[in-house]
């Protein structure tokens, strides 16, 4: 029914950059929330953020000030700049959307490692 599409990840050294990407497509006529999730290894899955339709973020503590997510609405797209990465960023990054609060989707997920 509703296809995720991710890139962007890959290995970087701490303090360095990437951008993930998640495309959306299916049968749908709008998203409601779009965001991204991530799991490290022994850990549950935590948000990282997410942005609603008309433009509002919310953002873990811990990647305020060097996360941005943003969205292409006619895209169904929505991306995460990830600027001034920590080790502690390692995981598995999962694009998230949902057509109504009860009706979400979820990506396959992306690696991102964090290297010293």
């Known amino acids: 029914q509703v296809q995720l599409v991710e890139s962007g990840g890959g290995l970087v050294q701490a303090g360095g950059s990437l951008r993930l990407s998640c495309a959306a497509s299916g049968s749908f006529f709008r998203i409601n929330v779009m965001g991204w999730y991530r799991q490290a290894p022994g850990k549950q899955r935590e948000l990282v953020a997410d942005?609603?339709?008309?433009?509002?973020?919310n953002y873990a503590d811990s990647v305020k000030g060097r996360f941005t997510i943003s969205r292409d609405n006619a895209k169904n797209t929505v991306y995460l700049q990830m600027n001034s990465l920590k080790p502690e960023d390692t995981a598995v990054y999962y694009c998230y959307i949902n057509l109504s609060p009860t009706l979400g989707y979820w990506g396959q997920g992306t690696q991102v490692t964090v290297s010293t």
């Open positions: 942005i609603a339709r008309g433009g509002t973020t």
